[in-house]
């Protein structure tokens, strides 16, 4: 059975920092991309950034892009999410979600429960 | 950035009845589309990827089909646990979007 749980999560001021982890199981982790997808209070869902199998390749959605880094340890199944300059409409509900390959376009067949991240003064 | 246009926002109706969601894309994104669906203080669950393919363990009364740039998700007969939120998603080209969410609510 999949299992992602991710960890982290809080309450920061407006250009703070977090760290968003989640660890997998169940799976062979190295296999699979990557994403986290976030949900802002009472919104729709938002994909956020991917990384691929082996964490060579990534991308990020423009309202992270250069303030959001994405990355992955294969041996401990983990993937991480570090966030920098964090702004007020960075609050949100953030998923971590795998794609069901390696790599390239796809959709997201598993979720984790979802972590909170509160940014406010 | 390739826009993913839901409708109706909101959808009230009973047990039993047929129910279609429909996603309109901005510009082709071929098949590459999937359907989820959320329950308050849930996870989205995926339902059905590229367009149609229903996925394992998902009941055969949902089903996707397509029309160009339009799609559709269709519940034959609504069940109790399908009143939730559904949300479109294309994986044609980056960013990756969703549609704004479908509610499905009690008639």
């Known amino acids: 059975e999949v299992r992602l749980l991710e960890s982290g999560g809080g309450f920061v001021q407006p250009g703070g920092s977090l760290i968003l982890s989640c660890a997998a199981s169940?799976?062979?982790?190295?296999?699979?991309?990557m994403s986290w997808v976030r949900q802002a209070p009472g919104k729709g869902l938002e994909w956020v950034s991917v990384i691929s199998g082996s964490g060579g390749n990534t991308n990020y959605a423009d309202s992270v892009k250069g303030r959001f880094t994405i990355s992955r340890d294969n041996f401990n199944s983990i993937v991480s999410l570090e966030m920098n300059d964090l702004r007020v409409d960075d609050t949100a509900i953030y998923y971590c979600a795998k794609h069901p390959y390696f790599g390239g376009n796809s959709y997201f067949d598993d979720w984790g429960q979802g972590i909170l991240v509160t940014v406010s003064s | 950035d390739i826009q993913m246009t839901q409708s109706p926002s909101t959808l009230s109706a009973s047990v039993g009845d047929r129910v279609t969601i429909t996603c309109r894309a901005s510009?082709?994104?071929?098949?590459?589309l999937a359907w989820y669906r959320q329950t308050p203080g849930r996870a989205p669950k995926l339902l059905i990827s590229d367009v149609s393919n229903l996925q394992s363990g998902v009941p055969s009364r949902f089903s996707g089909s397509a029309s160009g740039t339009d799609f559709t998700l269709t519940i034959s007969s609504l069940q109790p646990d399908d009143f939730a939120t559904y949300y479109c998603?294309?994986?044609?080209?980056?960013?990756?979007?969703f549609g704004q969410g479908t509610k499905v609510e009690i008639k």
């Open positions: 169940g799976f062979a982790f190295n296999n699979y991309a």
């Open positions: 998603q294309q994986y044609s080209t980056y960013p990756w979007t």
């Open positions: 510009e082709s994104i071929r098949g590459w």
